[in-house]
Every structure is written in structure tokens, then in C-alpha cells.
């Protein structure tokens, strides 16, 4: 398995620009994460999705952030407008429910809005 | 709700010492327990978990953690660091009911000189 994948690794864009972050995770696992992580504030949950469906977007910072899941295999994080204070790390995660076995995180996307 | 605390931001350790790094945690009901290893621009892996049974977990690098449900630590210990060991290192807590948000502390830098 080539693990969990995200798109692009890094991306530079203008305040105020819409941003599109992509994750393909694990084959089999139900259950998809969007994390951010700063210096600041460190690994903050965004989002969980179990089977597609979202469950938990409490960590979702404001109404420019939104995340779907289509299908099994494909997740997006979308910010619209994008701002500076939006500049982070962005990781997905996926995880087979009740399998206890952790997380399986992606490389990462690292965001800079400038 | 739980929580994770690692107190030591930053550990310096000198190659072929031993080292611990502290995580503690709070919850009111049982949890499970991992300890992730993030590398310089990549992603975090998980290192070892603790779920049930002994309490004592061991990584396949020689990293240790042991469970003490009376001190509600899980402390990640190693008795002789490598250079390559250098990493930020996050503990991290779910509990084991029907919710499997993983709740991750501050980390902990561990910088191995020669």
C-alpha cells in the first residue's frame, strides 16, 4: 500500500485566494482526520469523517474552512479566502474503526499564504 | 474529555545515553495509549501503542513505554539514543469507547548530539 496521500506537498498562494488541500487514504480504512499543525498552537484536529459521513468538525477554525469526503478514497479541505494566519502544516490521517491500531498519517501539506 | 501533557518541550541528550521523554494524561474513563515519532518535513509514524494487557510496549528501535494507570503517565524511554533518534515526539490518547479521535500532546524535541 502506498500509504496515505496528499496533495500538493507544498503550495504558496495570495491572501484571499481559495486553497484546495487533497488526501487518498488507505484502502479499507473508514475513518479519514484533517489535522493542522503550527508552532503555536501544535496538532490541532480539524475534522473526522467515518464513512464519508463527518462526524466531528468542532476543531474547524471558521466558516472559510470546509472539508467533504465524496467517497472512500478521496477527501478535500478547501479554505475560501485564504489568509496569512492560515499558513501551517496540514495533515490527513485515515484508520480503520475499532481496529485500535492508531493513525496512518500523510507527508503533509505545507501552506503558505502570503 | 482527555487530555495529554508533555512537559519537556525540548530534551538534549548526548549519543549513547538513555533518555525519557514524559507524557501524562487525563481522562475518566479508559483509554489507549501512542507514542508518534515525526521527523524533519515529514509526517508522524507511530512508534508504539499501548491497549491492553502488559503494560510494558516496546518499538522495533528499542524505544520502551510502560503504562502506570496510577500516575496516569506513559513515559517513552530508551537506555542508548542514536544521532538518528533526533525528532519531535508526540504522545497521544483515545479512549476506548465509541469515540476514536486521537488527542495528541505538545510534543517533545529530542536533539541528540555526538
Known amino acids: 500500500d502506498a500509504g496515505v496521500i496528499q496533495s500538493p506537498r507544498h503550495e504558496v498562494t495570495e491572501m484571499g485566494q481559495e486553497v484546495t488541500l487533497r488526501c487518498k487514504p488507505i484502502s479499507g480504512h473508514n475513518s479519514l482526520f484533517w489535522y493542522r499543525q503550527t508552532m503555536m498552537r501544535g496538532l490541532e484536529l480539524l475534522i473526522y469523517f467515518n464513512n464519508n459521513v463527518p462526524i466531528d468538525d468542532s476543531g474547524m477554525p471558521e466558516d472559510r474552512f470546509s472539508a467533504k469526503m465524496p467517497n472512500a478514497s478521496f477527501s478535500t479541505l478547501k479554505i475560501q479566502p485564504s489568509e496569512p494566519r492560515d499558513s501551517a502544516v496540514y495533515f490527513c490521517?485515515?484508520?480503520?474503526?475499532?481496529?485500535?491500531?492508531?493513525?496512518?498519517f500523510g507527508s503533509g501539506t505545507r501552506l503558505t499564504v502570503v | 474529555a482527555q487530555s495529554v501533557t508533555q512537559l519537556d518541550s525540548q530534551v538534549p541528550v548526548f549519543e549513547e545515553a538513555p533518555v525519557e521523554l514524559r507524557c501524562n494524561y487525563s481522562s475518566s474513563v479508559s483509554v489507549y495509549l501512542f507514542w508518534y515519532v515525526q521527523y524533519p518535513n515529514q509526517g508522524l509514524q507511530l512508534l508504539l501503542k499501548y491497549l491492553s494487557g502488559s503494560t510494558l510496549v516496546e518499538s522495533i528501535n528499542g524505544f520502551e513505554a510502560e503504562f502506570n494507570k496510577s500516575q496516569t503517565s506513559f513515559h517513552l524511554r530508551k537506555p542508548s539514543v542514536h544521532i538518528s533518534d533526533t525528532a519531535e515526539y508526540f504522545c497521544?490518547?483515545?479512549?476506548?469507547?465509541?469515540?476514536?479521535?486521537?488527542?495528541f500532546g505538545s510534543g517533545t524535541r529530542l536533539l541528540v548530539r555526538p
Open positions: 497521544a490518547v483515545s479512549d476506548t469507547g465509541s469515540s476514536y479521535k486521537l488527542i
Open positions: 490521517a485515515s484508520s480503520l474503526l475499532r481496529s485500535n491500531y492508531g493513525y496512518t
